[in-house]
Every structure is written in structure tokens, then in C-alpha cells.
């Protein structure tokens, strides 16, 4: 017996009958960005190595232990993309997006890191993620944080995601602090575990996110960035909470909040939820003032936040909010016998092109009637037509039970009449 195949662990299939609900989600993100005038890109899935390991940052998580690299026939380095800020910062400086003008972009497609798989966390999921340059100010981080929080309110999961915020300053300023953080944690080394004694010289900022309860009471009394950071940074944090309160936007401070990627600068967000145990980062952003400077000699400010899907659609799940999102077809035509198989063709096809929003489905299985009956209401359509053999249609609407004969010329009118009822 040959071997089965099977996916690649922590990379999944997206099953039919989960596609209603990606497509859902991925209508309210269209309609919220579109709502805020944010463009489109759509982005490589592969990049030069070169890329991450300078926006990125070598010292982080993502670029230190979970980047699928590889050579390419030609030698060349490549990654598959671990997320999309880099390769959308890339390109703007690539495409010359920023000359004389400001940009507001999204994109959604899959990411890949090398994580231990586990609910929430896999080693292929998708991000939505929205970036703009050329903003230099607390108002577009505002925007950023509004634009989020308008898709959880449309999806109906936002009483159940909490924002906190923080600011990390410029990277000057935190240089200061990291030199006082190192000489803490130095001070209490015998408390720090194998991780963050792997950080402790290359980024003990990353120490503050430990989650090691035995750490916590010691990671509390660490010095904190908030103290270190200058006049105009503060003012921008400042002005952001403001613009937060004016919106009507909760927040908590979080001064250990600190991201995992070494590009950003001021700004820093995550939505949280309580809903999905240690994976609880819905939506991480912030604000990445340095990092064009990395790709180009320009100074380019930048602004943005990626959203997990996977994660997002467990809490949708998890809150049972995917009640009633399926792809039920609007009609199935089943045929008494094979005979009828080809009248189906032509019925569904002139319906679909009189009725043209309606979803129109023909059951050519060849099955028994009663079978086909059955299969058309485990899939909830909403009408089920008959072509029997002494040539008469029969339309049978389960939601009410209610079902009468025509002639093939009538169902059209009498459908598009019924279906209007429905509404
Ligand atoms: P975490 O702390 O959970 O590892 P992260 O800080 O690495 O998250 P980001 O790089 O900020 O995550 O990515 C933004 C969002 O993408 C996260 O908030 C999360 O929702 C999602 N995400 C990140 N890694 C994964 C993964 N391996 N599987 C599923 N979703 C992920
Ligand atoms: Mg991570």
C-alpha cells in the first residue's frame, strides 16, 4: 500500500466549508478600507533573504529562528515571506510610491514562519495588513487604530478585543534605556530564564514580554522605556491618546508592551483578546519611522498594523458569530431521472442568466430523488425545483413547506416573484 501524503505541519487546508466565512471577513476588510481610501497592493510571497534580515532585524525571533529560507537554482537567497511590512516598504521605495505624495495601502495573503503549530499559531496563516508612508503624525496612527477597531465593530467581535498602547520612543532613545535595562537584568541575572538570557545582549527589550510568571514581578520593576523617552516623542503619544479619547477608542498603557520586530519607533498597538489563551494578539501595529531608511537614503515616515486572520476567525468561532454564514444556493434543480439532466442544464442556465444574483445549482448525480431532496436541504437552499419525467416542475421552498406545479415557461416568473417575497 503506498503511503498517504499529507500537508506539511502547521500549514492547512481551507475547507469549502469554511470559505463562506473567509469570504465574509474578507468583504468587511474590502468595504472598511475602501470606506478609509486605502489602495490595494498585492505582494511577492518570495524575497531576497537580504530583506528581512535588515528590516526585520537578525536579533528578532522571526529572523533568528523562524524564516523559511532557501538558494535558488541561481544561488540566490530567498525567504518566504514572515510578514509583509518589509517587502510593502520594498516596493513603495522600489515604485517611487512616496514622490511628492503620501501613501494609504493594504494587503492580505499568507504568511509563513517555522513556530511550534498549535491552535492560533501555525507555520503558514494569513495576514491583512495596512501600511502608509509619508505621515509623520499621531493622526494617521489614530486613523490606523479607528480603521481596526471599524472592522472588529462590523464583524461584531469588539467587545471582546482590547486595545493597548505604547510608545518606544526614537531608536536613540532607547539606546539609553537599553543600556539600563541590561545593567537591571545583569543585576538580577539569577533570575532570568535561558530565553531571556539569550537576550539579555542582542534585545533585552524583548525581555519585557516575557510571559515566565516567575519573571513578572522582577520584569515589573525594570526600568521603563516611558522614562527615557524625549519631549517630542511623549507629545506624540501624548496627542495619539487624545485623538484615541475623541474617538470614543478604550486603551490601556501598556509600558512592557514592546512588538517583536525591531523597525518600529513612538507608536505601538495590539488588540487582545481573552478569548483564545496564549494566542491572544489579534492585531499588532506601530509606527516604523526607520525603517525606509534601511532600503533608501530617504527619510520616509511609516505607519501600520497586521492583523492574524486564523486567529481572528477562531475568536468569530469561539463566539459562535458564524451562525448562519454559508454558501446556501439560492435554488437546486433536481431531475427525477437522467432523462431530465440536460432540461437542468438549460433551466439553471436561463435562470442564471435572467436572475443573475441568484446562486443556481443542478444536482447530476444521478442519484435517486429522494436522495438528491435530502442533499439539497442539508445545503439550505432556499428552493428546490423537480423536473419529473410527465414533464412537470415542481418548486418546494422548505423554509415554509409550501410547493406547487408549473410548466417549465412559468418558473421563471413565478420564482423571481417568490424569491422577491423572501426578502
Ligand atoms: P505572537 O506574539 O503571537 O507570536 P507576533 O508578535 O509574532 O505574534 P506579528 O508579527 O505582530 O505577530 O504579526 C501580527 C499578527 O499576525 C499577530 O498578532 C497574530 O494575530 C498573527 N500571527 C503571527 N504569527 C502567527 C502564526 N504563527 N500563526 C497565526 N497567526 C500569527
Ligand atoms: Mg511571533
Redesign the pocket.
Known amino acids: 500500500m503506498k503511503n498517504s501524503i499529507q500537508s506539511i505541519r502547521?500549514v492547512t487546508d481551507i475547507l469549502p466549508e469554511q470559505t463562506p466565512i473567509w469570504l465574509w471577513l474578507e468583504s468587511v476588510i474590502k468595504q472598511v478600507t475602501h470606506s478609509y481610501g486605502y489602495q490595494q497592493i498585492r505582494l511577492p510571497i518570495i524575497e531576497p533573504l537580504a530583506l528581512f534580515e535588515r528590516a526585520v532585524g537578525e536579533s528578532t525571533?522571526?529572523v533568528s529562528k523562524?524564516m523559511y529560507n532557501f538558494v535558488d537554482k541561481s544561488g540566490e537567497h530567498i525567504t518566504l515571506r514572515?510578514?509583509g511590512t518589509s517587502s510593502c516598504a520594498r516596493a513603495v521605495i522600489e515604485h517611487n510610491m512616496c514622490y511628492n505624495t503620501t501613501q494609504r495601502l493594504w494587503y492580505q495573503g499568507p504568511?509563513f514562519?517555522y513556530?511550534r503549530?498549535q491552535k492560533?499559531?501555525?507555520?503558514q496563516?494569513?495576514?491583512f495588513?495596512v501600511e502608509t508612508f509619508g505621515m509623520a503624525g499621531p493622526d494617521i496612527d489614530a486613523e490606523l487604530i479607528c480603521m481596526a477597531y471599524d472592522i472588529f465593530k462590523v464583524l461584531g467581535v469588539h467587545q471582546h478585543i482590547y486595545l493597548e498602547i505604547n510608545s518606544l520612543g526614537t531608536a536613540s532613545e532607547r539606546q539609553t534605556h537599553r543600556q539600563q535595562l541590561i545593567h537591571y537584568f545583569k543585576q538580577h541575572a539569577n533570575q532570568l530564564d535561558q530565553d531571556s538570557l539569550n537576550r539579555l545582549n542582542n534585545n533585552p527589550l524583548r525581555i519585557l514580554?516575557s510571559k515566565n510568571p516567575a519573571m513578572q514581578e522582577m520584569i515589573n520593576q525594570a526600568p521603563k522605556l516611558i522614562d527615557f523617552i524625549g519631549e517630542e516623542s511623549l507629545s506624540h503619544f501624548n496627542k495619539l491618546q487624545y485623538l484615541l479619547d475623541q474617538a470614543d477608542i478604550n486603551y490601556t498603557i501598556n509600558p512592557r508592551l514592546v512588538?517583536?520586530?525591531d523597525y518600529y519607533s513612538k507608536t505601538v498597538f495590539?488588540?487582545i483578546t481573552d478569548k483564545l489563551g496564549?494566542?491572544?494578539?489579534?492585531?499588532?501595529?506601530g509606527r516604523y519611522d526607520g525603517l525606509i531608511e534601511l532600503f533608501s537614503k530617504k527619510e520616509l515616515p511609516g505607519s501600520g498594523?497586521?492583523?492574524?486572520?486564523?486567529?481572528?476567525l477562531l475568536l468569530i468561532e469561539t463566539l459562535g458569530l458564524d451562525d448562519g454564514i454559508n454558501n446556501a444556493p439560492d435554488i437546486t434543480i433536481t431531475c427525477e431521472s437522467p432523462q431530465q439532466n440536460a432540461k437542468a442544464l438549460l433551466i439553471a442556465n436561463n435562470i442564471r442568466h435572467q436572475l443573475p444574483k441568484l446562486q443556481v445549482l443542478t444536482d447530476l448525480s444521478n442519484n435517486k430523488i429522494k436522495r438528491q431532496h435530502s442533499r439539497a436541504l442539508k445545503t439550505d437552499s432556499k428552493l428546490i425545483i423537480t423536473l419529473n419525467d410527465n414533464d412537470s416542475v415542481g418548486l418546494w421552498y422548505p423554509k415554509n413547506n409550501e410547493s406547487l406545479t408549473v410548466t417549465s415557461d412559468l418558473i421563471i416568473i413565478t420564482i423571481s416573484e417568490y424569491l422577491n417575497l423572501l426578502k
Open positions: 502547521g525571533d522571526i523562524e514572515p510578514e504568511m514562519r513556530e503549530p492560533g499559531r501555525l507555520r496563516f494569513t495576514q495588513g514580554d512588538r517583536g520586530l495590539e488588540w496564549s494566542q491572544a494578539t489579534v492585531c499588532g501595529g498594523f497586521a492583523i492574524g486572520i486564523e486567529r481572528l
